[in-house]
T-cell receptor, first 114, second 114 residues
Framework: DTGVSQDPRHKITKRGQNVTFRCDPISEHNRLYWYRQTLGQGPEFLTYFQNEAQLEKSRLLSDRFSAERPKGSFSTLEIQRTEQGDSAMYLC????????????FGDGTRLSIL | AQSVTQLDSQVPVFEEAPVELRCNYSSSVSVYLFWYVQYPNQGLQLLLKYLSGSTLVKGINGFEAEFNKSQTSFHLRKPSVHISDTAEYFCAVSENTNAGKSTFGDGTTLTVKP
């Protein structure tokens, strides 16, 4: 169990640029989740995958956001035309294919928009 | 829809004193309950979980929590805290459905003073 890894750990970019984050889940976990966390708040659900299928998307996930999980392994989260309000910590989590199992979190990618 | 309220945003306490971090939730269906801890610039780590059975659950680092269905609460306790327990603590609920996504509270900052 090597844990959930996220890359990069930090990303600084100018408003209007596109950014892409990567998440590598624990290898035997079928479920993968993306959350966004802003200062002073808990993580907010963005989207989740079961294997390669994206099964649910939050209303927080605007048209500028897209997530993929090709082949049911790693996942990418892309934000197009970034805005100041996109500044946050983006957390990835994975879990086995059971709803009663806790999620294992990565250390997150902190996005700062200049 | 489900929601989580953590009643205290900040809890200062002296080392070796007992502590209780309060969490209330609401949901129209059965839920699973979790407490996570987050250290600065890191992801969330599971402290403990309630799935079913005994309402008193024990977790890592000497923490325990009690599920109270009538009061819809899941308070976290530790009889004697250490400096190293200083961190952000999140309560989370996950509905007993296939999705398994979690809804988090806004967190409680526990500060242990010498």
């Amino acid at each position: 169990d090597t844990g959930v890894s996220q890359d990069p750990r930090h990303k600084i970019t100018k408003r209007g640029q596109n950014v892409t984050f990567r998440c590598d889940p624990i290898s035997e976990h079928n479920r993968l989740y993306w959350y966004r966390q802003t200062l002073g708040q808990g993580p907010e659900f963005l989207t989740y995958f079961q294997n390669e299928a994206q099964l649910e998307k939050s209303r927080l996930l605007s048209d500028r956001f897209s997530a993929e999980r090709p082949k049911g392994s790693f996942s990418t989260l892309e934000i197009q035309r970034t805005e100041q309000g996109d500044s946050a910590m983006y957390l990835c989590a994975s879990s086995p294919d059971l709803s009663n199992q806790p999620q294992h979190f990565g250390d997150g990618t902190r996005l700062s928009i200049l | 829809a489900q929601s989580v309220t953590q009643l205290d945003s900040q809890v200062p306490v002296f080392e070796e004193a007992p502590v209780e971090l309060r969490c209330n939730y609401s949901s129209s269906v059965s839920v699973y309950l979790f407490w996570y801890v987050q250290y600065p610039n890191q992801g969330l780590q599971l402290l403990l979980k309630y799935l079913s059975g005994s309402t008193l659950v024990k977790g890592i680092n000497g923490f325990e929590a009690e599920f109270n269905k009538s009061q819809t609460s899941f308070h976290l306790r530790k009889p004697s805290v250490h400096i190293s327990d200083t961190a952000e603590y999140f309560c989370a609920v996950s509905e007993n459905t296939n999705a398994g996504k979690s809804t988090f509270g806004d967190g409680t900052t526990l500060t242990v003073k010498p």
